[in-house]
């Protein structure tokens, strides 16, 4: 395959944080490019009601956000392909970059694949994925309608999908593995006044089953090792995601959780390769700070540029 020169930035991912930082380096002249092997979005898409963007007081829907960014972003020239990288290399400073169907190399290289739900890795979950068990309570809801439904965790997640999920579901049981959620208190106080929700604290799903579809899940407690089974029509988990940054092999440090290691300005232990939102270790993980984390790997980046053309 031939060799494609022609891009100064080539950002994997096309979620919130890259169409950000795509305003930045294409308004700086850099030509761009965003590789994206779903869709421009990542989980803002799934999202219905982004209630903590700033500039919406009145809230507004997650594909309604990601189309105005992506306009914006090609107002300024970012081009977007539908490509699934494979493999990076660095040679000579340049970045390799190896698709599905094409190989590229540039300067810069921003890493923002973002994350994909964490699974419970209990019997019957893959089993019966779209026959009850579900990672997205914005996608599947209504689907649940007058059910029985589980839901798996105690975070941001887990609470903001419970709330939405409940307006269709006949009951909600919470299983949650300790007996205080992590989830934000504003949240926290709407879930627990909820008269459909209730809790099983100290509890973890041992195990999904049902014929073809979900019938019931066993639940142990993690204290006193009490087993319960639940009859119910659905479970939606929600405990946390996975960074998709397998095709990385070793190139870059990263920590347990394979989130990759930056410095302040978005820059990985190899210049002129920065990492933003749901890949790095310590990212917040909110559209806003994606969106920032984007902004300063931008500019970050046109300064880093500047240093390599200068050394010729
Ligand atoms: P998270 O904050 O890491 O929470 C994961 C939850 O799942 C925790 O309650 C955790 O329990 C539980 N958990 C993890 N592994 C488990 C396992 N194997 N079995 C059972 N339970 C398990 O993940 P998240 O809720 O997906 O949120 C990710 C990030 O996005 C966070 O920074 C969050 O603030 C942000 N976010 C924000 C919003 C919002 O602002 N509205 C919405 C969604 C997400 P423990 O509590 O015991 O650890």
Redesign the pocket.
Known sequence: MELDEKYDVIMIGGGAGALAASIYTCRADLKTLILERKYVGGQVII?TDV??YPGFPDGINGVELIQRMEMQAKRFGVEIRNEEVVKIDVEAGKKVVTTDSAVYAAPILILAMGAD??K??VPGENELVGRGVSYCGTCDGPFFRDKDVVV??????????AIFIAKFVKSMTI????D?????KI?QNEITSNPKASFMWNS??EKISGNNKVEEVSIVNVVDGGKKNLPCGGVFI????EPNTGFLGNLLPADAGSHIETDQTMETAVKGIFAIG?VRKN????IATAVGEGVTAAIAAEHRLGDMRNKG
């Open positions: 999202t209630d903590n739900p964490r419970l890795d798996a965790g105690g975070g941001d997640s887990a609470i903001t999908e299983v949650h593995r300790r205080t959620l992590r989830a934000e949240l973890k799903i929600f405990i946390g995601n749901d990212s917040f993980r909110q």
